[in-house]
């Protein structure tokens, strides 16, 4: 229990009796020293090796080491505000608030200038980590061993300064049978912070997987339309992997978006350290589950597709216009991966006309993240754009979808396609719902009505999905000509 103070005057009870505020998990969501691990670690190989290095000499060695070389940006932390209110409230009635941290000085000294707190912070130095007990006896030796003070934390850790505290609160655990108070509403649900992390609205462009089994005609075989769907699920669980690596690496661009900061690891619902140990597990169920299916080739082409998007996570979305190839090049080899896990030879113009096609939609990704940036240099200094590439980016993706159509035109043209379709007359068609398409969905982009990714959009996307329907109709027309209406009815 709390120790109880004598009673003091009405009015006076907390005069000169400071606060003292945890930070990382409790005044601010992030966790400060791994986000700073995280920046210095993704620079290079070199830097990686060197903050394994400064772990294994020790917590407070690795803090001291990655806050020199690290500058965190207070404002763009996710503070919590109903902490923030406390520490308005105990400076309204002159009381000393203090930042106590296990994070290192450099960082909450910053933190503490943002906020315009001026007394002294408590944090780690050199090899002492202000942790639990240790923060306790940092405390007790700033204020003496009997003077009060109140505390706000967030973890067990937190445990015996609440137990030495005259009041305590908490914005996360909460000791049983304590007189701890709750500070704020209680943590939402980790199962829920996984569920958004793993982006599964996002799974629908897996379904590219089963597009050779739809332009080979071996869909109406359950046995390849089943394989198809399991290689599609493999690969959702794989992006999900690469999804949770790629938000750790882009927290502080997520934060400076108008409406991805709200993302698990950079809003502060996932801690870093959970988000690690989910992608390693997805990466190896799927790629096991690859094997089983498809054996060493279909594991191979999801190794590759792997280290594809961890190098574009790391290196390749800095690249000016080779981000967006590179965007362009995943998509296609989903489409790779479908016909490897079925068995079947992809056409030369299937796949010409995919990565034209997603070069636009990549384009496209990029212009709407460009458009919606609060602050354009701050997202854009680690993706090779400035913000005056806006129009260049529009004219580059209307002009790859334009393109996709033309190969589209070519290929119905083709003599070779009219041997493999009963009516190849009726693929000409195919060109007039995609121009509608793609020109309706970049007017759209320019008049901010495109949200986050296009692919996501068009699958919630009403019209789109009418544009998709019709476009499946005239395949199943030219592919099967009159027995596609029975087709279809059935």
Not at 325 to 354: E, K, P, Q
Request: glycine letters at 8%.
């Amino acid at each position: 229990m709390l120790h109880e103070q004598p009673d003091r005057a009405p009015g006076r009870a907390n005069e000169a009796v400071p606060l003292f505020v945890d930070v990382d998990g409790t005044l601010t969501r992030a966790d400060i020293s791994l986000e700073s691990f995280v920046r210095i670690g993704r620079s290079g190989i070199a830097a990686l090796i060197a903050v394994l290095a400064w772990l294994i000499a020790g917590r407070a060695v690795a803090k001291t080491m990655a806050a020199r070389r690290d500058r965190i940006d207070a404002a763009r932390l996710p503070y919590r505000q109903e902490v923030l209110h406390l520490i308005e409230q105990a400076r309204a009635e002159g009381r000393p608030v203090i930042l106590a941290s296990a994070s290192h000085w450099r960082h909450i000294r910053r933190i503490a200038d943002h906020l315009a707190l001026s007394d002294p912070v408590i944090a780690t130095r050199g090899r002492s980590n202000l942790k639990g007990a240790a923060k306790l006896a940092a405390i007790r030796a700033r204020i003496g061993s009997d003077t009060p003070f109140d505390y706000v934390g967030d973890s067990r850790a937190d445990s015996c300064l609440w137990r030495e505290a005259r009041r305590g609160w908490s914005v996360g655990h909460v000791p049983p049978r304590s007189a701890v108070e709750r500070l704020g509403d209680l943590r939402p649900s980790p199962a829920r912070a996984i569920i958004k992390a793993m982006r599964p609205h996002q799974w629908a462009k897996n379904a590219l997987v089963i597009v050779p089994a739809l332009t080979s005609g071996e869909f109406t075989k359950p046995a390849v339309l089943l394989t198809a769907v399991a290689a599609a699920l493999l690969m959702s669980l794989i992006a999900s992997s690469i999804y949770l690596l790629n938000d750790l690496l882009d927290i502080d661009s997520d934060r400076a978006h108008r409406t991805k900061w709200k993302r698990p690891l950079a809003y502060g619902d996932l801690p870093i350290p959970a988000a690690l140990g989910l992608s390693l597990l997805l990466a190896a169920v799927g790629l096991a589950g690859g094997w089983l299916l498809g054996g060493p080739e279909l594991t191979f082409w999801l190794l590759a597709y792997m280290a594809i998007t961890t190098a574009y996570s790391f290196r390749l979305k800095a690249v000016m216009v080779g981000d967006a190839i590179v965007l362009a090049s995943l998509y296609t080899i989903r489409i790779w991966i479908g016909a490897i896990a079925i068995g079947v030879a992809l056409s030369f113009w299937l796949l010409l006309f995919s990565v034209f096609l997603f070069l636009s939609l990549a384009y496209l990704k990029r212009y709407v993240e460009m458009r919606d940036a609060i602050e354009p240099e701050r997202l854009l200094s680690g993706r090779g754009y400035v913000g005056g590439d806006l129009d260049v980016v529009m004219m580059s993706g209307i002009s790859a979808g334009m393109v996709a159509i033309l190969v589209l035109a070519l290929f119905a043209h083709d003599p070779e396609t009219a041997e493999h379709y009963a009516l190849p007359e009726m693929l000409w068609l195919l060109c007039l719902p995609l121009i509608y398409w793609l020109n309706r969905i970049w007017m759209m982009a320019r008049r901010g009505e495109v949200e986050g990714d296009p692919v996501a959009f068009a699958i919630k996307d009403g019209r789109s999905l009418f544009v998709g329907a019709v476009t499946a109709c005239i395949f199943l027309g030219a592919l099967y000509g009159p027995a596609a209406v029975q087709l279809i009815a059935d």
